[in-house]
């Protein structure tokens, strides 16, 4: 391949797909074309050696892919689109930055997306992730928050649900066509084509993915609309090599951080249960990985990741109903040292104080609603209605935790120590 890369004509060329003039636009001067609402791109699960690029358009039949590092391109390929399809790119070298570029048979080009693939287990180097929560394209909750999350350059986002929100609206999504116009609407939404093109992502739905508040008894009486709903989930959020309807998942950044990011939905009980020994938010086999895990991890700081807070949220959908185990997982983790849990879900940020000294940070909303909670608690040592992200800064010292508004200045900033953040025993 020559040094300037494929361009729209090279694609027909290869995938065979005929003349020039045969499909949308008219050569190659097409390529930088604004996409609109028709193409969306993002890059998801960067592990050290690889990530997976998702694609998706209406008009478009193939794509010309290439990963660069620096000036060098290392990956080149042609791909058939059909709805949403996951390209697994591999080989790459840990701790690196990548630029993702599409062009499309149709005219349109996307990106250049950067993404970074996650530092050595042993690299100790400082790093910075983000975490935030639910997002909707809709113009009501529009702000300036999602270009100063781009600014803020993290390695990696993670997201913590509703990112779709498919149940909104008077048409609820109940079919596999219906679920993916709710994730194509959001992607295609230019302010969120623009920040997805700034970094690689990791997430977890919550409940607005699939229907309000759910548990695991939904999957019993909406049995196709929940099979529709997590065949979509999966067509845009792959999760490489894992196994049937298992996506909760750790991944280590670095010598400092490991992450471990919670499904606080598939095995749940339902809510209304009674709160005893036999409730359960995350089932057996999620909740012995979690705290074998946590127990076993070399990591200076081990970051739990759950989409609904671990109390002091409004309603009964989130762990203030599921007591037992979360006692139980508390006292499982006393004295390992390093141990934080970042929430979303209830549309504030918070900073929580819990049993045995255990610190949570609430975060989102990013686009959607502000709440404004009701439940107080002496344990409750900071909120903020506000649109807000989360950013984890982590070195082998400390870790900061920072809560950036609307306007991408910090409202809230806590430094603590792996000491700091040791369960008591």
Known sequence: MNSRGLTRRDVLRIAGIGAVTSVVGCGDNEGGRDPGNSHA???VEPNEDSFIVVLWSSV???????????????????????????????GLEAGQSYQVTIVCDSGAQLGPHLVRTAPRADDRRAVRIAVSADVDPHPDFDSQILTHLAAASPELFVSLGDFPYADNGPDLAMTVDAYRARYAE???????????????????????????????????????????AMQVWDEFFPIPGAAAEVRYRSWRWGANLECFLLDCRRFRSANAAADDATKTMLGDVQRAW????????????????????LDYGDGADHWAGFTVERTQIFDALAGVPGVLFVSADQHWFAAHRHARGIREFQVGPLCRGIR?????????????????FGVIDADEAKLTFSGIGPDGNAFYKEELTALDLTPAT
């Open 41 to 43: 791109a993002f890059v």
């Open 60 to 90: 478009a039949r193939a794509a010309a892919l290439e990963v660069q590092s620096g000036d060098a391109i290392v990956y080149s390929t042609v791909v058939e689109l059909a709805g949403a399809r996951a390209v697994p790119i591999t």
């Open 186 to 228: 959001t992607l295609t939404t230019p302010k969120l084509r623009a920040w997805l093109q700034a970094m690689g992502v990791r997430a977890i739905y919550d409940d607005h993915e699939f229907r309000n508040d759910w548990d695991a008894m939904f999957r019993i009486v909406e049995p196709t609309r929940y099979a529709a």
């Open 290 to 309: 979690l705290i074998d895990g946590v127990k076993r991890s070399t990591a200076t700081f081990k970051v739990v990741f759950t989409s609904v807070p």
């Open 372 to 388: 404004v909670p009701s439940v107080l608690s002496p344990n409750v040592l900071f909120r903020a209605e506000r649109y807000n």
